[in-house]
């Protein structure tokens, strides 16, 4: 079989090593004569796996110790609510939430806020097709917002920050980090929260990561559901109710598997070297588009246009019959996209670039 590489932006492509252990282990995890699937949450056997998987990812963000570091479900929109009916208790309905919209991600998550608080849109990408993260001298904040939501990395629009905003006074930032997590190194003591779904650069769908300070739990409004209270899960290891058991064994793989790989720091020299390959074939000629301004291209997710948009089809089953799958773009944006996550390795960016030189004929 010739090599395979997957581009889905999410649930997307796992490390090799991780699903080979996972696949040794499933029909009996360590001797224990179980798969992880049949274990009780609240056995030593799970509780050593929750526990080592707690460990690694703190050790590889550099998790400080006021942060409590939870497994929800959900996923990365269910945050949308979560996050304002945890942190709106103090201040109730007449809140103000500022965001920056950067693309479709941030665009959803206003969109659910608004139906607990007041939402200011402090700057916009919108007009220019969100092609560009608002330099933070342009932004309209409130002067005592709840928090300033972002989304680091628009997976869609691909449009990554650049930058670590400074917030306003106290405003703690709200950052949904689901697409690029664990990519590149983060100051976590600059965030109030950092969440992310997990079926971008974690692990399987399922699992939602929310990593929150600790004087911002226990706020929560008095409808937010107890298995959604950061409070009730940060009391109770994440296993107030029955957490995806499987999903964090596999998320507790991935991170073993990327401190073997020399952790953040060494994923982010990677991947800057995979981006700048992939973005340097796009940019050769007018064949092929990347319309997002150079300095805020994400790292992760390289959307791109054919000059003759009649050519996808060909362009997709050509891909295809070489190995190189789910290229085709976001139904909302249309064209292709290839995300090249943490577990994407060099040699499958470089398939596509050939495949690119050759399709346009170079
Ligand atoms: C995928 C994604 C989400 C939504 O995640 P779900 O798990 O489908 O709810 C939210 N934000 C970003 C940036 C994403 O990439």
Redesign the pocket.
């Known amino acids: 079989m010739t090599n395979i590489y997957n581009f889905s932006a999410?649930p997307a492509v796992l490390p090799k090593e991780v699903l080979a252990q996972a696949a040794a282990e499933m029909l009996d995890w360590h001797g224990s004569g179980m798969s992880v699937m049949e274990m009780s949450h609240r056995g030593p056997e799970f509780i050593s796996i929750y526990r080592a998987a707690e460990r690694d990812l703190r050790e590889l963000l550099a998790v400080p110790d006021n942060y409590r570091v939870l497994f929800m479900q959900g996923?990365?929109?269910?945050q949308n609510a979560v996050i304002p009916m945890n942190m709106l208790g103090h201040q109730g309905p007449d809140a103000t939430i500022d965001f920056i919209q950067t693309g479709s991600?941030s665009s959803k998550s206003i969109q659910e806020a608004g139906r607990y608080a007041k939402v200011n849109v402090a700057a916009s990408a919108k007009a220019d097709g969100f092609t560009h993260v608002p330099p933070q001298s342009e932004w309209q904040l409130t002067p005592d917002a709840a928090y300033l939501h972002i989304?680091t990395?628009?997976?869609i629009d691909g449009v990554e920050f650049n930058f670590v905003p400074t917030a306003q006074g106290e405003t703690p930032i709200v950052a949904?980090m689901?697409?690029h997590i664990l990519s590149r190194p983060v100051d976590v003591s600059k965030y109030g929260v950092i969440f992310g779904?997990a079926?971008?650069n974690i692990g399987p769908?399922g699992v939602t990561v929310a990593i929150v300070r600790d004087d911002l739990i226990g706020k929560a409004l008095p409808f937010c559901p107890s298995a959604f209270d950061w409070k009730n899960v940060a009391e109770n290891e994440s296993m107030y109710n029955t957490p995806p058991t499987y999903g964090i064994y596999i998320a507790g793989l991935v991170f073993q598997w990327l401190k073997k790989q020399g952790g953040v720091a060494a994923m982010e020299q990677r991947n800057m070297e995979k981006a700048a390959l992939l973005y340097a074939a796009l940019d050769a000629d007018d064949f092929y588009q990347n319309r997002v301004a150079k300095e805020y291209r994400s790292r992760m997710n390289v959307p791109f246009y054919l000059r003759d948009e009649s050519q996808n089809e060909a362009f997709l089953a050509g891909a295809k019959a070489r190995g190189l799958l789910q290229l085709k773009g976001h139904k909302s944006v249309g064209g292709m996209r290839a995300s090249i996550y943490n577990a994407m390795p060099i040699e499958g960016v470089q398939a596509l670039v050939d495949y690119l030189n050759e399709f346009a004929g170079r």
């Open positions: 999410g996923g990365g929109l269910s991600w989304c990395n628009e997976t949904d689901s697409s779904g079926q971008k769908a």
